[in-house]
């Protein structure tokens, strides 16, 4: 097996060239579609509104570009849906002969308080370059211009910053170049709801909008192949696109580039080269057991199954490695499990029901591919179960987690998947948490897709499609046609990041709704 070591200051990583080979046949195709502006709008300051701001039409695109532009002016476009690709357009000048550049500044934006507020004044921990904008400079008119960035967004702001006063400008064939791996051949599914059926359509694209040469996790924002984001879309990819070579694809890309001890990456780059991120998330690593195993469902690829499997058995071991004598995950302050964006959230309780569940996942596929293991498995599954259930509280009726016996909605719900009691104790600790929510909720679209998935494992379907459409459908209400890296219905600005500008609004872990709504037939 061809592999060589690279290393940076501070990880070392084995690389698998034979992996990264197969990943990239299997690189899949780009489809192409042009869009065009719809209405041009102005903004409005509306404190109802989702982050204060309104749009008014004020021109149908095709009437407003009939006129010329000069220095200062500026409108924003409304290409009518959420979309990812490049921008080109026809610049012409009017008046006499241009004797100077035409300077024009573009901000591109999924949200309308992207165009709205200036970015100059971001104060957020992410790199500003992250916030889509851009100066183009055009010294020879007319000029055909294509710009060579990919842009994700619905609302385009054009400024004319700079021109010379004998002449003006006139934009033609502004034109949004999308493009996805997805097909455009998705079933649209036919619900009886149609608030449900709406959720779905918002799921659909926001999932189609992600899938590009991997399944990136935001379009505008990291653009990366994310491994618990891929669990996720795996799920939606399985009832619309059924990519599944995407998937395969993805999951020899994490394959190729390990850890020295076989820990796989939380995310990959894939251009210019791929190259594995130094950030190791131990739930993460252990969910590529359950992407496998997903992926063997849906496919019965048993050669590549079977060829990813050692990989996948060893997230399980490393992960065994940090629990103590009697099964329990180590809490301490050297170790990173995702679960959810909350600062508050001590990770301990929820990361031992994520290692429970995907023991079990491992246990189902050593059933298949290496059965000589099973016992040792399942008394290993045994044994991790009796440690979650010393995390009980009576007094509270909840699992605790932690020093503090912190309370949160995420450590409840992972022992919920896990199964670590049976199900009328299921039932109990959902009826617990529906009827005396923790002061610990839940602050992104990922964390609610297991809280979902926990109401429909304790046969509440009703609550489950009552929230979904409490969450969900509260930011279709809000005008989202994708939805959103975050949302927390109580506090609409929420940002990890410091500023909701750059939060993603498109992104991948918030697809999941479409994934229930089709394999539960809503």
Known sequence: ????????????????????????????????????PQDIITLIQDPIAIYGWSAKVVSSAHEYFTKAFQSGESFII??????????????????????????????????????????SQYQGWLSKSWLQQHDEYIDILPAQVDLTRRYCFRYLKIEVVSLSPKYQIKFQDITLNTVSSAPDNCVIYQSNDPQLAKIDKVSVLTLHNCM???????????????????????????????????VRRCLYLFASHRREDGMVSANIFVKPDIIADDTFLYDYSLFYVDVLYNYFLQTHDEQTVKELWPIALRQIEIALERCDKHGLVTDSDDWWSFIDWHEALNKQGASQGVLIYCVDKALRLAQQLQPAITASLQQTLDHLKQAARTLWDDKSGFYVSGADRQVSYATQIW??????DDLPQQQTLMRNLLNSPPAINMNTPYLRHHFIAALFKTGMQQQAIDEIKAYWGKMVDYGA??????????????????????????????CTPAWFIRQYSL
């Open 1 to 36: 097996m061809a592999q060589e070591i690279q290393k940076n200051d501070h990880v070392v990583m084995v690389k698998d060239k034979s992996f990264i080979a197969k990943a990239e046949k299997l690189l899949p195709t780009l489809h192409h579609k042009a869009i065009y």
């Open 78 to 119: 409304d290409f009518g849906q959420h979309a990812v690709g490049y921008l080109s357009f026809l610049c012409q000048s009017v008046g006499s002969p241009p004797d100077a550049p035409a300077h024009i500044k573009f901000t591109f934006g999924e949200t309308l308080c992207e165009v709205a507020e200036p970015f």
């Open 415 to 420: 022992m919920i998947l896990a199964e670590v």
């Open 212 to 246: 590009q040469e991997v399944f990136e996790d935001g379009p505008k924002r990291d653009r990366r192949l994310w491994l618990g984001d891929l669990r996720l879309q795996a799920l939606v990819n399985d009832v619309t696109f059924k990519q599944y070579d995407l």
């Open 481 to 510: 046609d994708t939805f959103w890296e975050l949302f927390d219905p109580q506090n609409p600005s929420y940002s990890p990041y410091g500023s909701k500008i750059i939060n993603s609004y498109c992104h991948a872990w918030s």
